[in-house]
């Protein structure tokens, strides 16, 4: 049994006032402790610091550090293959198979691992819409994992609610919980299970936070598409004028937090987001951004974020003395992250929600060869071409195992190892609002130029902004365009506020010969990366993909 102090903290002794009438039971849980229902915040701070858990640093935020899990553990996350689901999933790298017979060793040996301890529990909802949400049951044995799912999810409003509430889908968190992978069949003690089935995940052998958060996310890529429901890995914003929504699909590290904190604009969400027949929702009412190296002069927003009561910090270094944070300190990950609530953001959308649909759909990649121009406009094959594809760098830390260099990668759908059903469906969803709604959509590269990582530079977020406002102002529309010899797509010759040069990519390198060439062997990646998915994908999205620069040549 876990006892931490001689008298009862407040939180203890109020730890039932919000519980549900349904309690634990019927999950499974025997013989617990205490049972702490969710707390709000300053609660859970006390109960974390009370265990040890972080520490509290300068302006308030709560600091945890996550020891070997700094990112999430990609090839660790197992669906559970059963009748009601196994032919609707696309089963392979990323969803891999567990039967139901292991799941239930596993859940079994959690359900008597936690027996005696104390749990923490947060009812909340995933989706904004009301007519979308799921309710879900966060348990977890630490007090600032609760914590976390207090800030990312959406909580119910009255005790009456609380009291009610049933879960449609129920996520255990135990980092202290360890896989066996010779009983269980994994590749390592860490594990991320879901059960469709049983509507269950289990979060077992990891401290990194994000798993709760993707599970969750991965279940509403399941379930909502099912409804009709675009479900999208992408940040998104409305101009506060037209009420014009921008869509922003992109990886980790490719800038869909940062370039959807717009001042100019309001802020709906900045990573996961439902597209329904009424508008866009957010699933989410919290951030979890990247605040390596952040800047006040270039993210005040998200910066103001890491000064704040209320935010966890992950893995960030901080002088023990004064407490203050050093946001340019790598040593423990590249990979620094902050959690907070969305209303700490000035220009978010307090509903979490527009009734309006995206006049811009954006995809962001980090092409880290420096080859990709800054900008350029798709038609719709091309558009459903370059979702599948998903092309993008995976930049150090945002997974387990990545080294310094970043690494070529095709995400299909900008987020493949969230997506459950094949990425043609989600395409063809997408397809059918863009062409409903009249959406324009962009390719933007906010990689590297001048050459490839090491040898190049970044892409200045100043230029990758005043494009991205063009093309949102609609200041794109009627200049001249020049069709990319490989891909097709329209690159403009001109924007407001950009150099000329910076719109043709190769006017950066040195050797014009080794640019063409890097440019040709990125568009052999793409050929071949889309070969997986070509038996599933009509002929005419086929023929919008790139041509090698000796097809070309030879007519």
């Known amino acids: 049994m876990t006892k931490y102090l001689k008298f009862a903290t407040p939180a203890q002794k109020h730890a039932g006032e919000l519980s549900s009438e349904f309690g634990l039971a019927n999950h499974g849980f025997k013989d617990l402790d205490t049972v702490f229902w969710n707390l709000p915040t300053p609660a859970l701070y006390e109960e974390a610091v009370f265990r040890g858990e972080g520490n509290i640093v ?7 550090f ?7 553990a990609a090839n660790d996350k ?6 009601t689901t196994e032919d609707k999933i696309w089963w392979g790298e990323y969803n891999r198979p567990m039967t139901d017979e292991k799941f239930t060793g596993v859940y079994n040996r959690l359900m008597a691992f936690l027996q005696g301890e104390e749990l923490f529990v947060q009812d909340c909802y995933v989706g904004a819409d009301p007519n979308y949400a799921m309710p879900i049951r966060i348990i977890t044995d630490r007090a600032w994992q609760s914590h976390f799912a207090r800030n990312m999810f959406i909580a119910p409003k009255t005790m009456d609610e609380y009291k009610k509430f049933i879960p449609q889908f129920t996520l255990i968190a135990s980092p202290s919980f360890k896989l066996d992978p010779r009983i269980d069949g994994t590749r390592s003690e860490t594990g991320i299970i879901l059960n469709f089935g049983k509507r269950l995940a289990v979060v077992a ?12 996310f991965t279940a509403m890529n399941f379930l909502k598409p099912l409804e009709g429901v675009m479900a999208m890995h992408c940040s998104a914003n409305v101009g506060r004028e037209k009420n014009d929504v921008a869509l922003f699909f992109g990886l980790s590290g490719t800038g869909k937090t940062t370039l959807s904190a717009d001042p100019t604009r309001n802020l709906i969400g900045d990573d996961e987001h439902g597209w329904s027949d009424e508008g866009i929702f957010n699933f989410e009412n919290g951030c979890y951004a990247k605040v390596i190296r952040l800047s006040a002069e270039a993210e005040p927003e998200i910066y103001e974020c890491t000064r704040r009561f209320g ?21 423990l990950t590249e990979n620094t992250r902050a959690s907070y609530p969305m209303d700490f953001i000035p220009n978010s959308v307090p509903e979490l929600k527009v009734d309006a649909h995206p006049e811009n759909v954006i995809f962001l990649t980090c092409d880290a060869q420096g080859v990709m121009p800054p900008i350029a406009r798709l038609d719709m094959n091309q558009a459903i071409y370059h979702f599948i594809s998903g092309y993008t760098s995976k930049i150090a830390g945002t997974e387990m195992g990545l080294g310094i260099e970043p690494e070529i990668a095709f995400s299909a759908c900008f987020g493949a190892p969230f997506m459950v059903h094949h990425p043609f469906y989600y395409a063809d969803l997408l397809r059918l609002k863009m062409e409903h709604h009249n959406s324009r959509c962009w390719l933007v590269n906010t990689g590297w130029v001048g050459g490839k990582f090491g040898v190049g530079k970044r892409i200045s977020i100043r230029h990758t902004r005043n494009l991205l406002n063009a093309a ?7 200049i001249e365009y020049r069709k990319d010899k490989l891909f097709g797509f329209e690159v403009p010759l001109s924007c407001p506020n950009v150099p000329e040069d910076v719109l043709e990519p190769s006017n950066a390198w040195g050797n014009k010969k080794e ?4 440019y040709d062997a990125l568009v052999s990646l793409y050929i071949e990366n889309f070969k997986k998915y070509s038996d599933g994908v009509p002929e005419k999205v086929l023929n919008a993909g790139p041509k090698r ?5 030879n007519g």
């Open 58 to 64: 300068k302006g308030g935020p709560f600091l945890v």
């Open 66 to 72: 996550t020891g070997k899990w700094t990112a999430r």
């Open 78 to 83: 197992y669906i559970v293959s059963e009748h």
């Open 205 to 216: 052998g990891s401290h990194y936070a994000g798993e709760i958060k993707k599970s969750m």
């Open 311 to 331: 935010t966890i910090l992950e893995n960030v270094s901080f002088d023990k003395t004064s407490r203050s944070l050093d946001l340019d300190d790598e040593s």
């Open 472 to 478: 949102l102002e609609g200041k794109l529309d009627n």
């Open 515 to 518: 640019y063409w060439s890097r």
């Open 549 to 553: 620069l000796n097809e070309i040549e």
